[in-house]
């Protein structure tokens, strides 16, 4: 099985800045497509951003140009930039890759890790 842990998250300050880190883990033998989500409460879990192996990105409309995505691909790791937060980015954050392993193809999530931005 291919796990995934977020770290990263916390209480920051409108109009700071947070990196989320995510790394992926097990008999993996490709990841196509890593991303971030996020989660408000009493809201659905949106798209934040994703990005595929070979680093073609796509961002929500609400994080373009504050937010950044980036890979690691022989870590198998995934970071997530994030700029000029406002309060309305404060949510779970999650975690998502894709790809094949030796178990065959997956799609794992990370448990979560919480974002707070507030004064």
């Known amino acids: 099985q291919v796990q995934v842990v977020e770290s990263g998250g916390g209480l920051v300050q409108p109009g700071g800045s947070l990196r989320l880190s995510c790394a992926a883990s097990?008999?993996?033998?490709?990841?196509?497509?890593m991303g971030w989500y996020r989660q408000a409460p009493g809201k659905q879990r949106e798209l934040v951003a994703i990005i595929t192996n070979s680093r073609s990105t796509n961002y929500a409309e609400s994080v373009k140009d504050r937010f950044t995505i980036s890979r690691d691909n022989a870590k198998n790791m995934v970071y997530l930039q994030m700029n000029s937060l406002k309060p309305e980015d404060t949510a779970v954050y999650y975690c998502?890759?894709?790809?094949?392993?030796?178990?065959?193809?997956?799609?794992?999530w990370g448990q979560g890790t919480q974002v707070t931005v507030s004064s």
């Open positions: 097990g008999s993996i033998f490709s990841i196509y497509v």
């Open positions: 998502n890759a894709a790809g094949s392993s030796a178990h065959g193809v997956f799609n794992s």
